[in-house]
Structures are given as C-alpha cells and as structure tokens.
C-alpha cells in the first residue's frame, strides 16, 4: 500500500515557470521528504520537512507541510530544463519503524 | 568517496533462474531498504532492514529474498517464484532512528527476463 499520492502525475511547463506538485498521505508520520530521480538513474533526496514544521526553503525549493489536511507540497520556482525529472514524495510513519514510502511520483518536464 | 553501490547495471535472468542483485554501502547506515520501480510508476518496498541480521518484508515480499550478514552489505535475490520480475531494482540505506530517515540510493538494477 503507498502510502503518499503525488498530484499530478505528469506536469509540463516553460522554463521559468513556478512548478507546483502535491502530496497526500494517510497516516500520521515523522517527517515527509521529497526526492528526484532523473530518468532511470536513482533518486536523489532533495528536502525533508519534520511533523512539527510547516515550511522550509532550500534554493529554488520551497515545502510546505499541512499535517491536519495530511498534504505536502513542492514549489519549484524560476525552472530550469535541467529540473526535468521525476518528483516522488515519501514518508517515515509514525508506526512504521525507519520503513520509508514513497508515493507514485510526478513527472515533471520543463521545455526550453 | 562515501557511497552506495548497486551491481550490475543491467542483469538479464532466463526464466526459472535465480539471479541475486548486490548492495554495498560505506555510509555505516544501519537501515538498507529495497524498492521496485516499474515503467512510469514509484516505488514499491521489497524488503528492509533496520540492523544486521534483521530484515522485514515490504509490500511486494513475495518471491524475493534477502540476507543482511553485514552492515555494509544487503543482497536481494530474485527467486524464480517470482512471475514478473522484469523492473528496475533501487537499493537505498538511512542512519536509521525516527528523526533522520534521509535515504541514500544506488544508481539501480535493471533486470530483464530473456
């Protein structure tokens, strides 16, 4: 069972756009991470947010954290084409010892 | 360099094989998990461990197994019972404890079935 759904599934935008992806989760959890992973390479862990934060910004990156709508969500801002890839939510929950899951992912493209 | 390391890179199987896929990590991580990634879709837990000698089945357990005889090291073998076995395998480790679970992947495994 996944535990986190990405929203959407496939966004495209032109380079510098903001890019917005959504997470949904069911449980309660420890903390909520964001990864990437560039086309059939491994993913690369981007930002973690904890239960008890609402934002935090790295670079072009901004996560917000609502855990009382159980929803997360990645803005990326002034994109890149180099941002293409795939963006995959997971969670550590609470019940659920160091196990992380992830969501199914968005699948972001950035045209030139 | 610190790192983890996935071998092969491209693995073909023969139907009724067995083929095991290696994980080795320098990160002296407790937690080494892994996934299954198919075409278009995320990722799916296989097995994890949270410390040598211990391991817990995932969501898709079923015709894989695994071993964790050390730390550095968690090998998943591909079992013929498994029917579809064709994906992308992703390993990935973490320090492990609730309050610092960033995960470190591999570079993957793709596996397909000649």
């Known amino acids: 069972s996944q535990q986190g759904e990405e929203d959407p599934q496939a966004l495209s935008i032109q380079e510098g756009e903001n890019a917005t992806m959504n997470c949904s989760y069911k449980?309660?959890?420890?903390?909520l991470q964001w990864y990437r992973q560039n086309s059939g390479r491994g993913l690369v862990h981007l930002i973690l947010?904890?239960?008890?934060?609402r934002e935090k910004h790295s670079g072009r990156l901004r996560v917000t954290l609502d855990t009382s709508k159980k929803s997360s969500s990645l803005l990326i801002t002034a994109s890149r084409a180099a941002d293409t890839a795939s963006y995959f939510c997971?969670?550590?929950?609470?019940?659920?010892?160091?196990?992380?899951?992830f969501g199914g992912g968005t699948r972001l493209m950035v045209k030139p | 360099d610190g790192g983890i390391t996935q071998s092969p890179k491209y693995l073909f199987r023969k139907e009724g094989q067995n083929v095991t896929l290696s994980c080795e990590q320098n990160?002296?991580?407790?937690?080494m998990y892994w996934y299954r990634q198919d075409p278009g879709q995320g990722l799916r837990l296989i097995y994890y461990?949270?410390?040598?000698?211990?391991?817990q089945k995932g969501d898709i357990a079923e015709g894989y197994s695994v071993s964790r005889e050390k730390k550095e090291s968690f090998p998943l073998t591909v079992t013929s019972a498994q029917k579809n076995p064709t994906a992308f395998y992703l390993c990935?480790?973490?320090?492990?404890?609730?309050?610092?679970?960033?995960?470190?992947f591999g570079q993957g495994t793709r596996l397909t079935v000649v």
């Open positions: 990935a480790s973490s320090m492990g404890g609730w309050m610092n679970t960033e995960a470190f």
């Open positions: 449980t309660s959890i420890n903390n």
């Open positions: 947010i904890r239960s008890n934060e």
């Open positions: 997971a969670t550590d929950a609470n019940n659920a010892g160091n196990m992380l899951t």
């Open positions: 990160l002296n991580h407790d937690a």
């Open positions: 461990s949270q410390i040598v000698n211990d391991f």
